[in-house]
């Protein structure tokens, strides 16, 4: 199934967008799970493509509905695709409070590796283990620059958005 998704990606590239719906309906057919989140999310990108927004909008949000908790990445990306495509149909509003979720789960999580790290040298200053300590301050400051670099972002398209046209599709 991933290499059906991939390929019809590579189709979609190439132009070939009639193949890449072939890949698409085989990698329906055969997907489970959270795959099938993954599919949906490929066939948003193709309708998006060719510009039919309101296809899009539905298989990313069908993407989303199937993707759950799983695959954070692609769950986002989804988000962001939606909001895009909603903005394209002139939907402002629904695009800029779905890219304020997208923005939610790359908080939390920089945040939860922030504390994961705290407890982590926690216990090795416990130890007296210097070579992880030593390991897992580094992490711990790359973590911290990442919610700072995110943070930064975060205030600045709220004090000035970007233009839409600027926005890249991820």
Known sequence: CEALIT???????LGRTSSARQDLREATAV???PVQGEVAFA????????GNFNDAISSYRRALSLLGDARR???TKAMNNLALSLAQLGRYAEAER????ALQPAR?????????????LGRQLRTGDR????????????AARQVTRV???TRDTQQTPPPLAALERL
């Open 131 to 142: 070579v992880r300590q030593l390991r897992h301050l580094t992490a711990h400051r790359q």
């Open 7 to 13: 390929r019809s990606a590579m189709y979609l590239e």
């Open 151 to 153: 943070g930064r972002r």
């Open 43 to 50: 066939r948003g990108l193709l309708e998006d493509k060719a």
């Open 98 to 101: 779905l890219l304020g979720e």
């Open 31 to 33: 997907a489970r799970g």
């Open 73 to 75: 990445d692609v769950r």
């Open 108 to 120: 939390q999580d920089r945040t939860a590796d922030i504390g994961e790290h705290q407890r982590r």
